[in-house]
């Protein structure tokens, strides 16, 4: 059973042995608003924990895409770059960003749980 987990930039991930699938969060697309573009990292690129991943762009404003922990990419989901509605519509499923694989599972010791998450999500945005 693999569990998700959650960053404080709206990232959520989930590990299903040494591969982790990467996307932003319902709360996320709720605070941009209607996305109309999205940028993902190369296959093969290595990316660092909190590191930038890709930008997301919406009606209201551009934002960053960060890696919830370290790894090498490799798979993106091109259904999203070519239709980034989709990531308004299924954000925390079918609207996966990239896919890793982990470096260091210890990493994700750091990110939250959904409950967590939710209680984080509500007292930011208040």
């Known amino acids: 059973?693999?569990?998700?987990?959650?960053?404080?930039?709206?990232?959520?991930?989930?590990?299903?042995?040494?591969?982790?699938?990467?996307?932003?969060?319902?709360?996320?697309?709720?605070?941009?608003?209607?996305?109309?573009?999205?940028?993902?990292?190369?296959?093969?690129?290595?990316?660092?924990?909190?590191?930038?991943?890709?930008?997301?762009?919406?009606?209201?404003?551009a934002s960053d895409v960060y890696t919830p922990i370290s790894g090498e990419v490799v798979d993106i989901n091109q259904t999203i770059v070519d239709d980034p509605s989709k990531i308004n519509q299924d954000p925390e499923s079918s609207a996966w960003f990239f896919k890793l694989k982990v470096k260091d599972k210890s990493e994700m010791d750091t990110l939250m749980n959904k409950e967590d998450y939710d209680k984080f999500a509500k007292e930011s945005s208040s």
Not at 29 to 52: C, H, M, Q, R, W
């Open 1 to 61: 059973m693999s569990e998700v987990k959650y960053s404080k930039e709206h990232e959520w991930i989930k590990i299903d042995g040494d591969v982790a699938t990467v996307g932003i969060t319902k709360h996320a697309t709720e605070l941009l608003g209607d996305i109309v573009f999205a940028e993902l990292p190369e296959k093969g690129s290595n990316v660092e924990k909190d590191g930038t991943a890709g930008v997301v762009e919406s009606t209201k404003a």
